[in-house]
């Protein structure tokens, strides 16, 4: 709208019309679940759609919530495997982004494409093999060990999407760098990494969601109380016979703010990362 | 201090070759330009200079030390690009300082090269600003301030004027003239454009397809180009090249500048038709059609008023005109 002459009023209103449908049906089923655990467990079944009223508001879930379990602790330790395998995700994958975009040497390409095939494979082909790795080292029940399979789910897809932005680094700048005697580790974290914060933003968001929603790899190596993460903790509710709705929804509805928290942090960094490099 | 020689030095990106054997020596305190055509290698060579770029064989020696393997903040030069590349998080004092931060100065001294650098360049007012707060021309100048402050034996310019405007070019130019009467210091000079080489070089290397095709000061190869690349890149409206036999001369080629071409609208020995005029005020080109030879130019000084599609006549003035052999190697009698 800052630009009258290129923009109209009806393709304005148009193109609005379509984020915002986007946007309520994207936003729909959290909506249910935030609006549901508010509510009485009859009023869950009776009216699904209904927003809480007077009779049928009840804060019942999040009070098993906070009584059963450990909940503080589960979420200290989703934020925890969440935050470090991130950091090494961002970390590890610039740098081998780094080394595949900036340096000429044999088995460049080979090592790049070795990488994309994580991209196309899942990791939990391999859990079995995981597995038997984590208890061999003894892994098995730690936090350690849900971080480090993390960090390999998120890194081919890091080292995909930086290396391209890498490669549009100015050379001039790096030899630059090089001229005035700064160190290759120097140029990586002074003069590339703020240049590519916004593909840092991007690849950080991406990955995030997975590792936070993941239910399989916590089920299988860190089943124990100590280790549980939210998405494990809640599922103690769900019972073959009697799910305790309530509890589960309102489980769910506190495993959003953290990830909302997160994702405002990376979004800010990702918007001020395109505004300053477009005004340049 | 800040000789440079090198001695059959090339390079080879995989199978490609891209500099086949220069040899070169240019002397303390000389501003010497490397010009050609793009894509003939120019950057490279000066990159190699730099040691931003391995030698894949032979020999670079500054001040008669090989530096082939040291590393290029080692080699006391330093560098000004096309694209400025200034750092973008730093200030422009910042910028200018770092170098010397980097190999351990003390601040005090700091502080009074980047005071002695920016005077020279008139940037004290910017010093507290960042790169993205300056013009494209301030940039470059900041760029150029940052080489002076480490003070090297060698200044490298990989085409610094060439994202300037026209008035700006001549301007940073005279600037770059000036600093390097003030600084004693050698200069090497990457511009393909000519006009930039021949005001600012000592001597000129005129580089073709990876290859010294001549080195010589601005008007030794103006007036004695040893083949017709030369001949043909230096000066412009481009050298006209005839067929010598046609014109009972000795050689495959005969080449004449455009203002050494005499133009007669009633006899001469070269017939042709007027096909384009431009009268650029100090100057006027006239470009004609002939059989035998082509498209000629012919540039005459001040205002002429000639038609196009008019009959006229050229003569090549005999005293001025160079004759090349089939490769290309000029003929001298
Ligand atoms: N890293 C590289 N890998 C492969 N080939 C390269 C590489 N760098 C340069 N070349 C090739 O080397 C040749 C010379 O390049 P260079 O940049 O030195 O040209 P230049 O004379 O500086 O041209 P310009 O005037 O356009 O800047 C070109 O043909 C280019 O394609
Ligand atoms: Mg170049």
Known sequence: MANRARTSLPRTAAAHAILLTYTVIALFPVFVIVINALKTRRAIFGHPLQLPGPETFSLVGFQTVLQQGDFPLYFWNSLVVTVVSLV?????????????????????????????????????????????????TGLVNTLFALILVYTAQGIPLAVFILAEFMKTVSDDLKNAGRIDGLSEYRIFFRLVIPLVRPAMATVAVFSMIPIWNDLWFPLILAPAESVKTVTLGAQIFLGQFVTDWNAVLASLSLAII????????????????????AVK | MGALNLSNVQKSFGPVDVIKGVDLEVADGEFCVFVGPSGCGKSTLLRMIAGLEDVTSGEVRIDGAKVNLTPPSKREIAMVFQSYAL?????VRDNMGLAL???????????EAVARASGMLSLEPLLERRPSELSGGQRQRVAIGRAIVRKPKLFLFDEPLSNLDAALRVHTRIEIARLHRELKATMIYVTHDQVEAMTLADRIVVLNAGRVAQVGAPMELYNDPANTFVAGFIGSPQMNFLKASALGETGETLGIRPEHLEISREAGRIPGTISHVEHLGGETNVYINTDVHGLLTVRLFGEHRFEVAEVVHLTPDASRQFLFDAAGERIRV
């Open chain 1, 88 to 136: 090494f995700v961002l970390l590890f994958g610039a740098m081998a982004a780094f080394a595949l975009s900036e340096y000429r040497f044999r088995g460049n390409t080979l090592t790049g494409l070795y990488l994309a095939l994580g991209i196309m494979i899942p990791i939990r082909l391999g859990t079995v093999a995981i597995l038997q790795l984590m208890v061999a």
């Open chain 1, 258 to 277: 953290p990830v909302l928290v997160l994702y405002l942090i990376f979004s800010r960094q990702l918007i001020r990362g395109i505004t300053s490099g």
């Open chain 2, 87 to 91: 750092y973008p998080h730093l200030t």
């Open chain 2, 101 to 111: 931060k980097q190999a351990g100065e003390a601040k005090a001294e700091i502080a």
